[in-house]
Nanobody
């Protein structure tokens, strides 16, 4: 199930920026809906962004809308999550995930068949 690889996490001050990457050698990421999820300590994993297939529409949770941007580089087979104006409440482990079928509950974990191991983002002064 963990066939994707996230990278780019780290420690950043409030108001700073990070770019997360999601990569795999097993799939062409432009052929699937890719979601980004995060899980803060002691909390449930929540969906924060996704980019759809085949229309490439992007979606964001209210908590990150206007600050985060999802995109994909087809040539490099990488999906990115650009995170700006980071806040302490953004501190979490971030995961990318791949959906094999059209989504009916697009923020639900069970809609995504493959996941990465996560990358940790800590926003603190």
């Amino acid at each position: 199930q963990e066939l994707l690889v996230e990278s780019g996490g780290g420690l950043v001050q409030p108001g700073g920026s990070l770019t997360l990457s999601c990569a795999t050698s097993e799939f062409s990421l432009d052929f699937y809906t890719i979601g980004w999820f995060r899980q803060a300590p002691g909390k449930e994993r929540e969906g924060i962004s996704r980019i759809s297939h085949p229309d490439s529409m992007t979606y964001y949770a209210d908590s990150v809308k206007g600050r985060f941007t999802i995109s994909r580089n087809v040539a490099k087979n990488i999906v990115y999550l650009q995170m700006n104006d980071l806040k302490p409440e953004d501190t979490a482990d971030y995961y990318c995930a791949l959906a094999l079928v059209p989504l009916t509950m697009p923020w639900a974990r069970y809609e995504y068949a493959y996941w990465g191991q996560g990358t940790r983002v800590t926003v603190s002064s």
